[in-house]
């Protein structure tokens, strides 16, 4: 193994990483503020990609307006999942949400699969995301240089948003401690919509990139990135948004990896993932980053 | 009272012979096609009863119901196979040596299934049980996902992406039925006893039950393991029955439609659970119609495939929505609710005559 390809495997790691993060913080902000794990996260993340398609083939916008129509798009899609399949079940036991949350991830697939159809689409992205670069011996792809950029300007949007505005504040005083946050006057139901609605949308930039560079997309796309993603934001410490960007970092690195050093056992990308999973759960479960 | 234990136990002898003659009649002079739907109903409620004696009476949320029965499906089918099916199957790299050679009877191959499932549901259960709600089940779905994974790799054992294809059709209406009711026994006399209150303390209330001095993790592993066995045993005969294996078809999907028996039924309810579980394996095929095309009155409809499952996961919405008792909330049938059912219609009869 040369140094060149060494590199090459580095920057898609890295790359992949950034993607990783960007989904796994729609996981850790949903559960700090309600307990909840999202499990449908992963298919709204899948929606995202699917809007993006259609308002370009419905209603021939460019690139760059279908992109932000889906984000919008998507951000309402997890607005309307919490008011629907959420709100009404926050005060029953907790069993029932974890249903919900496991019926709405189906139901959007299922959905996916009646009205989109279960064959892969091809998914449109600008030329320069798919040219190859050579820099150094080193080859990159656009979408490289690409993923890290935007992901880094969404983070830092995001950081902003969460440590610097009211919202945050409230979003932070929720995490603590929700029957408190409520005594003091925080609107807790606009703070919950409003989370969902930024993690939703950083699902659908994430689900944007990702198409871009796995340019086919389907009503199951969603499942493993969505998973994968999951494990990264339980490494990181659930809760925590400096944990779910290690978090997908590492999870990257493992991905890219594995199949680029033991690729023997690259059919056991998923299985050795998992295991990260449950030996964090087991021995660790406040991951690497999250409060005791 | 003595009358009423013998009203009971004619009761049940009646009931007994009644569900034989049924399943002989049945499997004497009905066609494949209802034979089959009837086959996978005894599976379904099999694996419903289990997974809901972990879900729903012990309140520990397991989304690995598909992990075990892919353990139960394969163990099973390396056993009954015969050695010249194996060598057709295994093309790419032959299968390692004990299961090459051996065959035995189907009896002693279900056994195995449900042994192995459990001992597998053992060693999970033991260090995973101390998490609690999503994070339970999260991790019994990762180890499902790690099963899957492993049995499409593990080419010398399971045959790979490939599966088994071609397996000898055991199951019949004695098996998955004549299991579904022990099944349905054997967890009614496990809820019923005091295993079975220790069981439901222990989902009401964790902290006072081992306040009360029950023993958290003995009880829990207990309800795991019995669910594992029973899973493992209702996958070989679902193999058996389809006549292949892929080991892509135990993914989340599958337990998702035990989860949607579970949470219809009831969590808490082995009737409701044996309802659904019909119910559901009749409305797979029934619903079949909708994803063909149909033809009415010279209007023709195409069909969307993926429609039934979109149904199903509506149906499970609605019911977590607004219905979450599910069908028979925590209530059962029992035989003196039969017996008074029964004695009361015929008093009303004899009144109104």
Known sequence: ?292 | MKGKKKDYLLLKIATIFLVILFLFIAQRSFDAYILRILNLSGIYVILGVSLNLINGFTGQFSLGHAGFMAIGAYASALLYMSPELKEVNYFIAPLIWPFSVIQVPFVFSLIFAGLLSAGVGFLVGAPCLRLKGDYLAIVTFGFSEIIRVLFNNLQSITNGPLGLKGLPTYTNLWWSWGIAIFTIWFIKNLVNSSYGRALKSIREDEVAAEAMGVNLFYHKVLSFVVGAFFAGIGGALLGSLLMTIDPNSFGFAMTFQIIIIVIVGGLGSIAGSVIVGILFAILMEVLRAVESPMNILGLKIPGIPGMRMLIFSILLMIVVLFFQQGLMGTREWSWEWLHHKLTRTKKELEEGS
């Open chain 1, 1 to 292: 193994m040369s140094l060149s390809i060494f590199f090459q495997n580095l920057i898609n790691a890295i790359s992949l990483g950034f993607l990783f993060a960007l989904i796994a913080i729609g996981y850790t902000m949903v559960y700090g503020v309600l307990r909840l794990i999202n499990f449908a996260h992963g298919d709204i993340f899948m929606m995202a990609a699917f809007f993006v398609f259609y308002t370009m083939t419905i209603f021939s916008l460019p690139w760059g307006i279908a992109c932000l129509v889906a984000i919008v798009l998507t951000m309402l899609l997890g607005l309307s999942v919490e008011r629907v399949a959420y709100r009404p079940l926050r005060n029953a036991p907790r069993i029932s949400s974890l249903c919900s949350a496991i019926g709405v991830s189906f139901l959007l697939e299922n959905f996916a699969v009646v009205v989109f159809g279960g064959r892969p689409k091809s998914f449109y992205c600008p030329e320069f995301f798919t040219k190859t670069f050579i820099l150094g011996g080193v080859r990159v792809l656009g979408i490289n240089f690409v993923t890290p950029l935007v992901s880094i300007v969404f983070l830092s949007l995001l950081s902003y948003l969460v440590y610097r505005t009211k919202n945050g504040l409230a979003m932070r005083a929720i995490s603590k401690d929700f029957d408190t946050a409520r005594l003091m006057g925080i609107n807790i139901d606009r703070t919950i919509s409003f989370t969902f609605m930024i993690g939703s949308g950083l699902a659908a930039v994430g689900a944007i990139l990702w198409a871009s560079r796995y340019p086919q997309i389907w009503p199951f796309m969603g499942v493993f990135p969505g998973w994968r993603a999951f494990t990264a934001a339980i490494i990181g410490g659930i809760g925590s948004i400096r944990g779910a960007m290690v978090g997908g970092f590492l999870v990257g690195f493992i991905s890219i990896m594995l199949v680029a050093f033991l690729p023997e056992l690259a059919g056991y990308k998923d299985a050795f993932i998992f295991i990260a999973l449950i030996l964090v759960l087991l021995f660790k479960p406040e991951g690497l980053f999250g409060e005791e």
